[in-house]
T-cell receptor, first 113, second 115 residues
Framework: LAKTTQPISMDSYEGQEVNITCSHN???????ITWYQQFPSQGPRFIIQ???TKVTNEVASLFIPADRKSSTLSLPRVSLSDTAVYYC??????????????FGKGTMLLVSP | ETGVTQTPRHLVMGMTNKKSLKCEQH?????MYWYKQSAKKPLELMFV???????ENNSVPSRFSPECPNSSHLFLHLHTLQPEDSALYLC??????????????FGPGTRLTVL
């Protein structure tokens, strides 16, 4: 099982770009990398998923280097409403089963005016 | 969002009570999940149902009993709980068989307090 390591917290200001890095040194060949966002007392919300190189959607970008031992979630021009906990999830259900659904402690992002 | 709904949103119960949490998904998914999130702890996967069959049970105490009558509904039956079971209980659904960890859609959760 790939374990993940993220910074416990990060601070930013409105309008800045925020990059949150997740380390997953033991990532397996079939594992994908998925990021979720969670606001207090709400369920997590899917942000983005990738396998290698770069993935971009309307919300964020995900950068994955060639060795795939880390990944970086990039949030462009954050606003106050981006204050939340961000989770990096690494795994593959088809090959590793549902025990691969291991959420870590996440990164608490605080965006200030 | 109304894709995954959970009721009740808040529940206070005594240790001798029996109650049930309900989850309903309107996304046409074929997998449903129960998670527990205690204060300042990571989400813990409790149960998984895929195609209405239980496929994962992460050593959850028997005082928690899941039920999945069809692909759209999931219940968590609670009895003789302990105060340490107080937590946010989250339901999620996904289309099983996708790459990676399947994109999960979470409900708003039920905040459970056991007195």
């Amino acid at each position: 099982l790939a374990k993940t390591t993220q910074p416990i917290s990060m601070d930013s200001y409105e309008g800045q770009e925020v990059n949150i890095t997740c380390s997953h040194n033991n990532i397996a060949t079939n594992d994908y990398i998925t990021w979720y966002q969670q606001f207090p007392s709400q369920g997590p919300r899917f942000i983005i998923q990738g396998y290698k190189t770069k993935v971009t959607n309307e919300v964020a970008s995900l950068f994955i280097p060639a060795d795939r031992k880390s990944s970086t979630l990039s949030l462009p021009r954050v606003s106050l409403s981006d204050t939340a906990v961000y989770y990096c999830l690494v795994g593959d259900i088809m090959n590793s089963g549902y025990s691969t659904l291991t959420f870590g402690k996440g990164t608490m992002l605080l965006v200030s005016p | 969002e109304t894709g995954v709904t959970q009721t009740p949103r808040h529940l206070v119960m005594g240790m001798t009570n029996k109650k049930s949490l309900k989850c309903e998904q309107h996304l046409g998914h074929n997998a449903m999940y129960w998670y527990k999130q205690s204060a300042k702890k990571p989400l813990e996967l409790m149960f998984v149902y895929s195609l209405e069959e239980r496929v994962e049970n992460n050593s959850v105490p028997s005082r928690f009993s899941p039920e999945c009558p069809n692909s759209s509904h999931l219940f968590l039956h609670l009895h003789t709980l302990q105060p340490e079971d107080s937590a946010l209980y989250l339901c999620a659904s996904s289309h099983a068989g996708g790459p990676g960890t399947d994109t999960q859609y979470f409900g708003p959760g039920t905040r459970l307090t056991v007195l």
